[in-house]
């Protein structure tokens, strides 16, 4: 009878044991999960921490449920002054210690995470990292960096020349003759020759007429 009641007893504390082991186990709440910093692009299922980002979020995981969150983010040396406030927020994580914050945008350079919670016992999780958005090609908002400054034309600057640009603004001039040289080795030069000889022709005839008129006239007076 009494070894029945000594293994009864046993059985019933190793139940009881059984029964709180998960307990024993469970995190106990406060402080549990962690942050992440996310570019605007990426999916919150990510738990992979992006520290060089141009527009980003804030993503938790594994905090307990429902637990409130605030945090700020504060500059960092070498670009700015240590513990500058530049942004800050709340919210209320859901029922599996998840949530994430809207898209945020900073001036580039060098900034601290610090994240609250309730509950917590011990500091605030940190994380630290860089916004770079010079060379990134976008905005504030995740939008690219600017739309065109104007839509295409749709008309060409410019009219065609009515002309063609090698020929010649006036009417071509005509393809007279009185440049070409005269067939047989005519032209310019023999009517000149032409219009000369008729005068001293007239001439020489002038002169003999004269000659003869004086020849008559001595032959009457010698007579």
Known sequence: MRTLTSACTVTAAAAVSLLLAPAAYATPPGDNGTVKIHDAGTGEELRKNEPHVCVFYLDAFGFDGGQQVDWKIVEMPPTGTKGTEAESGALTLDGEGHG????????????????????????????????????????????????????????????????????????????????????????????????????????????????????????????
């Open 100 to 223: 994430r914050s809207d898209d945020l945008s900073l001036p580039d350079g060098h900034y601290k995470l610090v994240w609250n919670f309730d509950g917590e016992h011990g500091k605030a999780k940190h994380k630290v990292f860089w916004s770079e958005c010079e060379d990134s090609g976008e905005e504030p908002g995740g939008e690219p960096g600017g739309e065109p400054s104007g839509e295409p034309s749709r008309e060409p600057t410019a009219e065609p020349s009515e002309q063609p640009s090698g020929e010649s603004s006036g009417e071509p001039a005509p393809s007279g003759t009185g440049n070409a040289p005269a067939p047989d080795g005519g032209g310019d030069l023999a009517e000149t020759g032409a219009s000369i000889g008729i005068p001293a022709a007239a001439a020489g005839l002038l002169i003999a007429a004269g000659g003869a008129l004086v020849l008559r006239r001595r032959t009457r007076s010698g007579s």
